[in-house]
């Protein structure tokens, strides 16, 4: 089975967004997740698969979302978690 499968968590924005928009543009398949799908539209046009995720959530919840992309895609060759904040500050004055 040939190309790259992505499950990219966090792909509304930031780091996510750009590594779904650079393997898109590369000819790999991309399942885009993000607790808020609606800003992911331009990524589901440009050919991703757009899925809700909140990467809090349980177990059975993340796994049922891996299962569907492998369901569509037949498997996931790349996983990248990128949802998250920046927290900018001195170790002392961060909490």
């Known amino acids: ?8 968590v966090g792909a509304s924005s930031g780091f996510g ?9 590369r000819g790999d398949k991309v399942a885009a997740a993000s607790r808020n799908i609606s800003n992911m539209i331009d990524l589901e046009h440009a050919g991703a698969m757009t899925l809700e995720l ?3 959530g ?3 919840e993340i796994m049922a979302t891996m ?5 569509n895609y037949g498997r996931i060759t790349h996983c ?3 949802a ?3 927290l900018e500050g001195v170790i002392e004055a961060a909490s």
């Open 1 to 8: 089975m040939p190309g790259n499968v992505w499950f990219i």
């Open 17 to 25: 967004r750009a590594i779904a928009l650079e393997a898109l543009t």
């Open 54 to 56: 909140d990467v809090a």
């Open 58 to 60: 349980d177990e059975v």
């Open 67 to 71: 299962q569907k992309v492998v369901d």
């Open 80 to 82: 990248v978690n990128a």
């Open 84 to 86: 998250g904040y920046l």
